[in-house]
């Protein structure tokens, strides 16, 4: 829910006001009374504003979500969500102004959701699988969250179940490869974005679409097998691993095929069933951020990647 005491206000001017005018006998040929002022709804009533805090309940804890509904949106049109999941001790204010979501939902008419993790609020988490902090600690249940918004959103807009997707940062990337594990028959495709899988066991029951996209000087997620450090946990897949298990789950054909094109290498794996595709970029001498736009454009690739694949 959010914030509704303004509203409320204006709410009870509004029904007074109409009251009143109610009382009113109409305007005869050659009155001289001046029109009545008219009230326009700057959203529906029903509608929050273009950029809100929302808590949904879940397991007993209170759970927060910033919400971006792009202007000029149509009332009643099927739109697509995209679901953006903040790093480790971050929040999702911070994935506001690294991302640049909200401007690509606003050109593209999609609405934009910004989950907040649990625990202290300087160490925010998501129960990924293996990582992270108090998420994993208290086995949170990230699963059940995405549901509690997705049914949040379904009270005043008509999200297309066609296309709900799923991206995130560092702990959020592999919480978006644990989603698409768990929630395959709802989410059509995910982009982490520096962070490898680290759940199992992993048995969607449908196929997902996947955009990996990854620095080569990122410490903190080992690209290929030989790059593991002694001290990461073994169930946790390298980059190449992660998306090469995914390509088996989608039913993918053959090794993936290789394009470079500036500090960008781009593989893609050939034939996948069901529409699916399955995509690793992987970016040369960037490290463990979300890449600026003026070095990369990751978020506008990402779109691009989930406005083409719908679920089919």
Known sequence: MIRTGARACRLFLLTVFLAGCASVAPRTSGSTLPDPPTFTWPNPPTQPPADS??????????????????????AGSPVPLALVFHGHRMNGDAMVAMTGFNTLSDTNQFIVAYPNGTGPAEALSFNAGLCCGFAVTNAIDEAAFVRAILSDLEGFLAIDPARVYVSGFSNGAMLAYRLACELSDTIAAIAPVAGNLGYEPCRPRGKVSVLHIQGLSDDSSPFADDDRSSDLHPDIRSVQGSVALWASFDGCAGLPEETRNGIATHWVYPECAAGTVVELYSLYGVGHIWPPESTWPVSRTIWEFFAAHPKT
């Open 53 to 74: 805090e929302r808590s949904v309940a879940v397991d007993g804890l209170a759970r927060h979500y910033l919400l971006h509904i792009p202007p000029g949106l149509s």
